[in-house]
């Protein structure tokens, strides 16, 4: 069966500052890796995508992630937080081989950025 | 291109009574799917639709969820009769074919649901 595992629920950082969100993944066969943005009353909004080439992803609002196949990990990463940044963000894979794919997604980290 | 559209925003049902969702996803997308989001957990998958046929409903609970695509388009989905432990934020996101999972999905805003 595969997971998703975010272990933090909360991420604080202050603004101007570099921010990591972890993400680590379990699955058989190639993953498909997705991270994903909810603010306040809001549906999910994309971010970014690994599905396969070079390992360090660029996405939305200056957001990246590197996909890091030893460790499987697909952490999200942003140079310079910005307080409009705090959000929930969420972690997904998708895999299967063959047929249907099948998307998990982690828990959820809320991002807090501090002015 | 318009997004995955779903209605109501909000909902306030007591428990026993029965209450349905609509979903219209983005045009051409062959497949769709409900999710349930409890605060404060990701999103679980309640049923997976491909076209008009069910690929994956193994976490539907059938008991008193239902869900339909009758003409592969939009959706319903039904609880009757709700329990205290269904208020949650239920999202419809769809994808233009789960079978090439680089296509991703797009979520709707959701359907708060509090049942009292």
């Known amino acids: 069966a595969q997971s998703v595992a975010q272990p933090e629920d909360q991420v604080n950082v202050a603004e101007g500052n570099p921010l990591t969100v972890k993400c680590t993944y379990s699955v058989s066969g190639n993953p498909y890796l997705f991270w994903y943005v909810q603010y306040p009353n809001r549906g999910l909004q994309f971010l970014l995508k690994?599905?396969?080439?070079?390992?360090l992803v660029k996405g939305s609002y200056g957001f990246e992630a590197e996909f890091n196949k030893s460790q499987t990990s697909f952490h999200l990463k942003k140079p310079s937080a910005l307080v409009s940044d705090s959000a929930l963000y969420f972690c997904?894979?998708?895999?299967?081989?063959?047929?249907?794919?099948?998307?998990?997604f982690g828990t959820g980290t809320k991002l807090q950025v501090i002015p | 291109e318009a997004g995955v559209a779903q209605s109501p925003r909000y909902k306030i049902i007591e428990k026993r009574q029965s209450v349905a969702f609509w979903c219209n996803p983005i045009s051409g997308h062959a497949t769709l799917y409900w999710y349930q989001q409890i605060l404060g957990q990701g999103p679980k998958l309640l049923i997976q639709?491909?076209?008009?046929?069910?690929?994956?409903d193994s976490q539907l609970p059938k008991d008193r969820f239902s869900a339909e695509r009758l003409k592969g388009v939009d959706s319903t989905l039904k609880i009757q009769p709700a329990k205290l432990e269904d208020s949650a934020v239920y999202l419809c996101a769809s994808s233009l074919d789960s079978r090439r999972a680089n296509y991703g999905y797009t979520f709707g805003s959701g359907t708060r649901l509090t049942v009292v």
């Open positions: 639709f491909q076209n008009n046929g069910v690929v994956d």
């Open positions: 997904a894979v998708i895999a299967g081989s063959g047929g249907y794919q099948k998307v998990t």
């Open positions: 690994y599905i396969t080439g070079d390992n």
